[in-house]
Every structure is written in C-alpha cells, then in structure tokens.
C-alpha cells in the first residue's frame, strides 16, 4: 500500500525463516524480532505466517494428515467454490427487519472493496439516514467516518484501513468494535 513503509528489512526476515529446521532451534528469537520488524512491516507477519502454518511440528500438533493438503497459502486464488451469491441483501434486510443490529465499516484505503462501493450497497436496503456524516475519534485523532441508518444500521470507514481493515489499523478497529458492542456511539 502506497501509505505503508518501505519493508527493506522483510528480506532478511524471510531468510532468518528458511534457515531453521524445527521450531525446537533457539537461535531465532522470535519475541524480539516481532518487535523489531511489527511496528513498520505488515508482511513480516505473512513471512511469519507462512513459515508457521507449514512447519512439520505445527501440522502435526493440528492433525493434519501428512499429504492431504498442500503448502498452506495465506491468500489462496485457487479456491473452487460450488456455491456463490449473488447478493446478501435479502440475507441484511431479513436479519435487520428481526432487530438485529449491525456494524458495516470499510477502510477508506481498500482497493478491492472501496468503501463507496459499500455505500452503494447501502443505498439499495433503502434505509433512512438517522445520523449523517460525521467524524469518530480514536485518541483525539480522526479514525474515520461515520453515518446511522435506520433498521439499527452503524457505517463506518477506518482512516488509512485496507481491505482488511484490522489487519492496518487495529487499535482503531478495536476502540470501533468495542464502542459498537457497548452500544456507544462511534
């Protein structure tokens, strides 16, 4: 992502990785190396993912048959799904029109789902704006966006979030979920 810091350093993560034979072998101290790489480098964790779900000892403490499943694949494109939807409207509207409340939040910075392809969905439920556009803040910073709907609807974006928007700003993401379940306002 064009905001996120240059990761130079990731390539020697990855070597530190594929030297080790066991996850028994000491010579890489994982705490501190999470700690020297995790504040700028968001694909240290995929390196450190990677290198975790296919380890032999890891595999086996979660019984997985040897040979049944390949090299696990953090962001696999080769999945074959035998069942797609074509939209999860009815699927909203049913559970919305039942009184249950939902929490609907885009990262402003997501290329896959831009967050004003979700206020498009949005607009197709048809739901009256109870509390239009304003900030939320996280620490006395904006975090990002937020707008009510009727049928106890919550929208929010996440300021500088991606796709995965915990996945680049988790402390905005937890103080979001967490004022959502408190029934607080964002």
Request: aromatic content about 12%; glycine content about 4%; overall charge negative.
């Amino acid at each position: 992502m064009i905001l996120d810091p240059s990761c130079s350093e990731l390539q020697t993560s990855q070597k530190l990785f594929t030297n080790r034979r066991s996850l028994d072998e000491k010579h890489i101290n994982l705490v501190n190396l999470n700690s020297q790489f995790s504040n700028q480098c968001r694909e240290y964790f995929y390196a450190l993912s990677d290198f975790w779900a296919n380890d032999k000892s890891v595999r086996e403490a979660l019984h997985i048959a040897q040979g049944s499943i390949g090299k696990w694949d953090r962001c696999s494109n080769h999945l074959e799904y035998e069942y797609d939807l074509d939209s999860v409207v009815p699927y909203h509207a049913n559970l919305s029109a039942k009184g249950y409340r939902s929490l609907i939040y885009s990262g402003d910075h997501d290329m896959i789902v831009p967050f004003l392809s979700t206020q498009a969905w949005i607009r197709s439920l048809n739901y009256s704006i109870i509390d239009e556009w304003r900030q939320w803040d996280v620490e006395d910073q904006v975090a990002g966006y937020t707008r009510t709907y009727s049928n106890n609807m919550t929208f929010a974006t996440v300021k500088g979030g991606g796709h995965n928007a915990p996945e680049f700003k988790p402390s905005q993401c937890q103080v979001m979920v967490g004022r959502w379940l408190s029934s607080n306002p964002l």
